[in-house]
């Protein structure tokens, strides 16, 4: 499965509304009516960090400003009020074996 | 907590084997709910699924790279460990260990219903020629 992430980068103003895509070359929808969709924020110098999961499930301590959507092959990712802590690169990543991520979305703030 | 720490030896020569090992606490490589699985980044790009590997030793890997990785745990040490051969400059990257769920067949499909939830901050290994 291969994951295609736009924008390549994203300049925001704080407190403004942020959104980026992530697409599958084919639908990730499984028998069982799941998608196992996952988005990450990797922060500079840090390990990535888990944000949503099966397309639109907060993780734990997720703020509620991230929210997840999409269905089969066409995701979005949406910060509703960009905060200077969301600054990073944003991946996706798809459950099949063998996972893929997405190339990624830089967000910087302006 | 969970916490997963990644050690490694820096530097490697091309050609040689790059072997990588993360060490696991505030909870146990023997859990029956998760695997245990490599990532890597090299600088400035994306991020490669690599390979995970169960307490009892059931393994997947990549498909572009399983003619050369290995990967193994240590219940007794409470750690996993990455094996890389024939290294090239290609296979410099920062190595993270990460937690996930335990693959499930859903028709036939491999699937993590649960995705990588904890990570090691990584260990930068280089190639050099």
């Known amino acids: 499965v291969v994951l295609t992430q736009t924008p390549l980068s994203l300049s925001v103003t704080p407190g403004q509304p942020a959104s980026m895509s992530c697409k599958s070359d084919q639908s990730l929808l499984q028998t069982n009516g799941k998608t196992y969709l996952s988005w990450y924020l990797q922060k500079p110098g840090q390990s990535p960090q888990l944000l949503i999961f099966e397309v639109s499930s907060r993780f734990s301590g997720v703020p509620q400003r991230f929210s997840g959507s999409g269905s089969e092959t066409d995701f979005t990712l949406e910060i509703s009020r960009v905060e200077a802590e969301d600054v990073g690169v944003y991946y996706c990543?798809?459950?099949?074996?063998?996972?893929?991520f997405g190339p990624g979305t830089k967000v910087d703030i302006k | 907590q969970l916490q997963l720490q990644e050690s490694g030896p820096g530097l490697v020569k091309a050609s040689e084997t790059l072997s990588v090992t993360c060490s696991v606490s505030?909870?146990?490589?023997?859990?029956?709910?998760?695997?245990w699985g490599w990532i890597r980044q090299p600088p400035g790009k994306g991020l490669e699924w690599i390979g995970s590997?169960?307490?009892?030793?059931?393994?997947y890997y990549s498909p572009s790279l399983k003619s050369r990785v290995s990967i193994s745990v240590d219940t007794a040490k409470n750690q996993f460990s990455l094996r890389l051969n024939s290294v090239t400059a290609a296979d410099t990257a920062v190595y993270y260990c990460?937690?996930?769920?335990?693959?499930?067949?859903?028709?036939?499909?491999?699937?993590?219903?649960?995705?990588?939830?904890?990570w090691g901050q990584g260990a930068l290994v280089s190639v050099s020629s």
């Open positions: 590997i169960y307490q009892g030793g059931n393994t």
């Open positions: 505030g909870g146990s490589v023997n859990s029956i709910s998760y695997y």
């Open positions: 990460a937690r996930h769920g335990t693959p499930i067949s859903i028709s036939g499909v491999i699937i993590i219903d649960w995705p990588f939830d904890s």
């Open positions: 990543l798809q459950g099949v074996l063998p996972f893929t």
